[in-house]
């Protein structure tokens, strides 16, 4: 084994363990930076250099790697993902702070730099005291018990990641068409986060929470009020949006609506898109809807909608299984290396998941998930 490679090797043992004490975070590492040493050339060229990426991951040598098919280190692989702690259809893994500790040390061993708080409020739920909340929706809302928020902004300071807020899906005032109750509470709910949060050096951008396949309930007018107020109070952080498909996955199409074609995604896209593209900075449009076979084209549809409308295009790569009867579990791991090799074709600047903690984390409550992390750790050339 040569010294360089003993050397990246402890470089991620320490990251793990240690996060902000290496002095320098992933989300620094940017295309047209120059790597210092060894250990910060091997996150160079995970993120950045498919060719080298694939040379990287040959290096490590791993027992199943006898039995593998496809070469190592192929697709895009994942820098950032989203985290669910209000949750609504997965179970709540019911973690503290020294919980959330090791799973950002997680984080950041496999190369992730971002990480998006789904949701600052959902229903009822908020991830801190919100005075705001407690005053408009009253009774509506649970008091809280931990200050998530404060606690995700903390961790992200100190593993150096780049923090995207999610704000209030009321869940009910844009279904029903009341956009503007949503945008007025959402003005305020922002105002209150920035004002208590922005300080923190994590803080890069805005995820507006808001989830749709197409125009419904007033989704346009939602987004580009929020979305623009959200970057005029901040000083312009960027603003992230997680639409998804309209396929043959989603609920909708199971009990009996149709799915959408390619081109009445780019036709219905166009439309929203025209209308936000002032409020709206990066799109990454969810996989999990369509088939497998038809992925591709939709992702390259989404890049082209990006750049018609100056738009960043990130995908949002599922990490649980729509596939099963039970929802919801860790994805296969074929199914998952399948999507970040599609990708990786079609041109996606970057991928996150939703969401690494549940799903793909050791540390998760499903024993699939820890196993998927090595399988993705030793397929890049990743020490476990």
């Given at each position: 084994?040569?010294?360089?490679?003993?050397?990246r090797r402890e470089f991620m043992k320490k990251a793990a363990l240690a996060g902000a004490a290496i002095g320098i975070g992933t989300s620094f590492l940017s295309a047209t930076d120059k790597p210092s040493s060894p250990d910060m050339e091997f996150l160079y060229n995970?993120?950045?250099?498919?060719?080298?990426?694939?040379?990287?991951?040959?290096?490590?040598?791993?027992?199943?790697?006898?039995?593998?098919?496809?070469?190592?280190?192929?697709?895009?692989?994942?820098?950032?993902?989203?985290?669910?702690?209000?949750?609504?259809?997965?179970?709540?893994?019911?973690?503290?702070?020294?919980?959330?500790?090791?799973?950002?040390?997680?984080?950041?061993?496999?190369?992730?730099?971002?990480?998006?708080?789904?949701?600052?409020?959902?229903?009822?739920?908020?991830?801190?005291?919100?005075?705001?909340?407690?005053?408009?929706?009253?009774?509506?809302?649970?008091?809280?018990?931990?200050?998530?928020?404060?606690?995700?902004?903390?961790?992200?300071?100190?593993?150096?990641?780049?923090?995207?807020?999610?704000?209030?899906?009321?869940?009910?005032?844009?279904?029903?068409?009341?956009?503007?109750?949503?945008?007025?509470?959402?003005?305020?709910?922002?105002?209150?986060?920035?004002?208590?949060?922005?300080?923190?050096?994590?803080?890069?951008?805005?995820?507006?929470?808001?989830?749709?396949?197409?125009?419904?309930?007033?989704?346009?007018?939602?987004?580009?009020?929020?979305?623009?107020?959200?970057?005029?109070?901040?000083?312009?952080?960027?603003?992230?949006?997680?639409?998804?498909?309209?396929?043959?996955?989603?609920?909708?199409?199971?009990?009996?609506?149709?799915?959408?074609?390619?081109?009445?995604?780019?036709?219905?896209?166009?439309?929203?898109?025209?209308?936000?593209?002032?409020?709206?900075?990066?799109?990454?449009?969810?996989?999990?809807?369509?088939?497998?076979?038809?992925?591709?084209?939709?992702?390259?549809?989404?890049?082209?909608?990006?750049?018609?409308?100056?738009?960043?295009?990130?995908?949002?790569?599922?990490?649980?299984?729509?596939?099963?009867?039970?929802?919801?579990?860790?994805?296969?791991?074929?199914?998952?290396?399948?999507?970040?090799?599609?990708?990786?074709?079609?041109?996606?600047?970057?991928?996150?998941?939703?969401?690494?903690?549940?799903?793909?984390?050791?540390?998760?409550?499903?024993?699939?998930?820890?196993?998927?992390?090595?399988?993705?750790?030793?397929?890049?050339?990743?020490?476990?």
């Amino acid at each position: 084994m040569s010294q360089q490679n003993n050397s990246r090797r402890e470089f991620m043992k320490k990251a793990a363990l240690a996060g902000a004490a290496i002095g320098i975070g992933t989300s620094f590492l940017s295309a047209t930076d120059k790597p210092s040493s060894p250990d910060m050339e091997f996150l160079y060229n995970l993120q950045h250099d498919a060719q080298k990426r694939k040379q990287q991951a040959e290096l490590n040598h791993f027992k199943d790697d006898k039995y593998l098919i496809i070469p190592k280190g192929e697709g895009l692989p994942l820098t950032g993902t989203f985290i669910d702690e209000i949750t609504w259809d997965i179970p709540s893994q019911n973690w503290g702070v020294e919980a959330w500790d090791r799973d950002f040390a997680a984080m950041k061993h496999v190369g992730i730099d971002t990480v998006v708080m789904i949701r600052g409020a959902f229903g009822r739920y908020m991830t801190f005291h919100s005075d705001v909340l407690m005053k408009h929706e009253g009774n509506y809302m649970y008091e809280p018990v931990q200050n998530l928020l404060g606690m995700f902004l903390d961790l992200a300071d100190k593993y150096s990641m780049k923090f995207y807020c999610g704000i209030f899906d009321t869940g009910r005032y844009w279904l029903s068409g009341d956009y503007k109750k949503e945008v007025e509470i959402n003005k305020l709910f922002i105002d209150e986060i920035w004002a208590k949060y922005g300080h923190h050096k994590s803080f890069y951008g805005w995820y507006l929470s808001q989830e749709v396949s197409r125009r419904v309930g007033g989704i346009i007018e939602s987004f580009a009020e929020i979305g623009l107020h959200a970057k005029e109070i901040s000083g312009n952080k960027p603003c992230l949006i997680s639409p998804f498909i309209h396929g043959v996955k989603t609920d909708e199409v199971m009990n009996g609506d149709k799915s959408t074609t390619v081109e009445q995604h780019i036709k219905d896209w166009t439309e929203i898109l025209s209308a936000i593209k002032n409020s709206v900075d990066i799109m990454a449009f969810q996989d999990g809807q369509v088939d497998y076979y038809e992925l591709k084209d939709y992702l390259i549809a989404n890049r082209e909608l990006a750049s018609k409308f100056n738009m960043h295009c990130w995908t949002n790569v599922e990490s649980f299984d729509r596939d099963m009867p039970i929802r919801f579990l860790p994805i296969r791991w074929d199914k998952l290396i399948r999507k970040l090799k599609y990708s990786q074709d079609a041109g996606m600047e970057k991928a996150i998941t939703f969401e690494f903690s549940h799903f793909m984390s050791p540390n998760s409550a499903y024993t699939q998930a820890g196993n998927l992390y090595k399988l993705y750790c030793e397929y890049y050339g990743i020490k476990v």
